[in-house]
């Protein structure tokens, strides 16, 4: 098994584990070397310290990018096309709020384990954009036409509950279960 810990600078901390550049240029270059490691399942999660699995894209960053570094990044590997194309079963442990870039990198996964109280959605609309990591295509395929819709164009955010509810996670624990229920998950897969 293989946990990947998003990682936690300063500055993600701030802002509860954003995915800006150099995050995702790490989990660019980790993701695909676990094809050839031998494990046999991926756990992704955040740093609980931000009760957060991702709040989504490092808005300051995103700020202070011109227009020329902004089509570079753009080009850039595709975190979510990445984890989503692993032959190795990944599961999604997810912390805390799942929002934008974080709900994309969750519905990449295979396996969805919520922690009860975590906020999940796609808040893009209400900085006036709209999801650009595949999350329009995977919601859908998740939970069917009309909840995706709501979800990007409202901006609103979802409790766990409903996001079991509705497909878009598999299973909902405690904080102090979801450890050790993701944990017992992954052994069974291993084996």
Known sequence: MLMAVLPQSRSTARARNALN???????????????TSGS?????????????????????????????????AS?????YEIV????????????GHALGGG????TACDIRI????????????????IPR???TQRLPRLVGEGQPLKLILSGDLIDTEEAAEIGLVD?????????????????????
């Open 21 to 35: 550049g150099t995050v995702r240029e790490e989990l660019a270059t980790v993701l695909p070397a676990i094809e």
């Open 40 to 72: 046999r399942v991926v756990v992704i999660t955040g740093s609980p310290e931000c009760n957060a699995f991702v709040a989504g894209a490092d808005v300051s960053e995103l700020r202070e990018r011109g227009m020329f570094e902004q089509r570079r």
């Open 75 to 79: 080009e850039r590997p595709r975190v």
């Open 84 to 95: 989503a194309e692993l032959t190795t079963p990944v599961i999604a442990s997810i912390n």
């Open 103 to 106: 709900l994309e990198l969750a």
């Open 114 to 129: 919520a922690q009860s109280g975590a906020k999940l959605g796609q808040p893009e609309i209400n900085l006036g954009l």
């Open 133 to 135: 990591g595949s999350g």
């Open 171 to 191: 299973e909902v624990c405690t904080q102090e279960d979801i450890e050790r229920r993701v944990n017992s998950l992954a052994v069974s897969i291993a084996e």
